[in-house]
């Protein structure tokens, strides 16, 4: 899109401050918009697919949108029809071309790391770029194992983006152990293996989100999956694959609806629905915690889509009791931290979590912003180096402030304090809502659907 602002603020991304005050019990059936992790994998691997793919369901945010733009500049044909499905033809395992610019990921941690990994088995040489906010993200956690493989990447200087990626054939297939619990680093080397020589090994100590191997599974590679003595699971994956095309479903993102289930919970007298949440166990430890918190959660129309798990969520509004987060949880759930922490401000009691490092590495150090934000609001916390201490209000609404919350490019930030102003008094400004537009374009208006009064 060419810039039409005048040269002086063309540097400046256009940003959409917004307010949002307690507008009573919130009520209805909604749905949230596809998971992105499996978006993200179902763009990808049918891209490496001989024939055509369809996909409905995606989820049509940014970040996703990326990683299509970067399949197609690298030969790949996707169109959507106007019915919100997704045709893409591949170019075959071993297929991708140069593409002919550098790739701009944007917000999208994902989509570089797992491009990342896929681009390391093929003979081209590809920039990776991406925002202020991306740029920041370590990336030697995907670079140091895929050099093993062969591949070579010329980082900046504290191995952050702008990169560049040289890609080799044959790529040698690797065993790596992961040390630390990343299904996106799984994912990179996966990827790396589908072209590569032989039989890749990816260990991981704690298990993180599957769908990658779920997804190769159903695409036709050859994925064995054991379980070590110490209780590591072991993933084996023959290279050179042929992945045959499928029909894929993509259910809701449990992520995304993690927002209006604790707005429900914390709003007084709301009885919500969230219809097509995907339940794969591997992302549901929000739930779980949220149900031992004392959240009234009930799993309705339990059923199998797509070889995913998915269910409708009925939620109402619950007094909650603190907890102390199980650190074998923190994977299941470590996107949801940002809006757990708000659950855990309106609890009653002191809710403790630890082994949070990770969140320091999102899209913004979650630890940080949640725990500034939240006490601009007058929540009494402790930022430790891994963890925030909440004493909760115990279903008292938050003190406004006229602070304006931080959200440094963090959809989940800009949604986590949306959703504070539902229970603080005089309502919350937030500086910039538009990184909602990556994983969930529909926030504000399905705040409003569960708003409305008819
Ligand atoms: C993701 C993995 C997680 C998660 C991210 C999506 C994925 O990141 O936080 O939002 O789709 O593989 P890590 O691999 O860094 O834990």
Redesign the pocket.
Known sequence: MIDLRPKKQQSKRMTQASFFKPVGPLSGKIRVPGD??IS??AIIFASLAIGTSSIEGLLEGEDVLATAAAMRSMGADIVRDDDAVWSVTGVGVGGLMQPKAALDLGNS??ST??LMGLVASHDIMVTFTGDASLSSRPMA?VTDPLSMCGASFTTSPDGTLPAMVRGVVPALAITYELP????????AVLLAGLNSAGVTTVIEPTL??D??ERMLIGFGADVRITIREDGARVIKLRGEAELQPQNITVPGDP?SAAFPVVAALITEGSDVVVENVGMNSTRTGIFAILKKMGGDLELLNERTVGGEDVADIHVRHSKLKAITVPADVV?SM??EFPIFFVAAAMAHGVTRTSGLD?LR??ESDRLALMAEGLKSLGVALEETPDGLIIMGSGGAMLRGSNTTIKTALDHRIAMSFAITGQVTDGGVHIDDMTPVRTSFPSFEDMLKELQSKE
Request: charged share 30%; glycine share 4%; aromatic share 0%.
């Open positions: 992105k992790s993200h994998r941690g994902t790391r797992l956690r630390v619990a990343s299904a996106q680093v799984k994912s993180t989100r769908h990658s992520s994977p470590i996107d990770e590495v999102k």
